[in-house]
C-alpha cells in the first residue's frame, strides 16, 4: 500500500513536518516494498490555499493515507473527498512513523485538527 508524509526533507530519515499544506516535501512510501519518491510541495509558499493544492498534489497518486503532524479542513475535505485517510499527530522520522503505522499505533482522524491557515504563523509579533 502507498501513503504519504508531510516531511521536512526528501527521504526516510527526514522528519514528519508538522504542517500539511506547508510542508518542504511529500514522501510517498509503498509500505510493502520501501520504496518511496519525494516530491517537493508546489503550494508550500502560496499566499493562500497550500492546503487545498497539497492536497490536490497528492490525490491522484493511489494513497491509502497520508500522515502528518495537522490537517486543517480544506485539506482534509480534500483529501477525505479522494477516498485518502488522514493521521494526524505523527511525529519523528519517517522510517520510525512507518514502523508505527504498521504496528497499528495510528487511529486515522474523522475531522481537521486544526483551523484554516493555521499553519502560516500569524498572530506571531515580534517586539
Do not use: W
Request: glycine share 14%; net charge positive.
Amino acid at each position: 500500500m502507498k501513503i504519504a508524509f508531510s516531511a521536512a526533507g526528501a527521504d526516510l530519515d527526514a522528519q514528519v513536518d508538522p504542517r500539511f499544506g506547508r510542508c518542504q516535501y511529500f514522501v510517498i512510501v509503498d509500505t510493502d516494498t520501501m520504496e518511496f519518491e519525494a516530491a517537493p510541495n508546489s503550494g508550500a509558499t502560496a499566499g493562500g490555499g497550500a492546503g487545498i493544492a497539497a492536497a490536490q498534489q497528492i490525490a491522484g497518486k493511489g494513497l491509502e493515507a497520508v500522515l502528518t503532524g495537522n490537517c486543517g479542513p480544506n485539506a482534509f475535505d480534500v483529501l477525505k473527498a479522494a477516498g485518502i485517510k488522514v493521521f494526524t499527530g505523527v511525529s519523528g522520522s519517517i522510517k520510525e512513523a512507518i514502523e508505527s503505522y504498521k504496528a497499528g499505533k495510528f487511529q486515522s482522524t474523522a475531522q481537521p485538527n486544526v483551523s484554516a491557515h493555521s499553519g502560516m504563523g500569524r498572530g506571531r509579533r515580534k517586539g
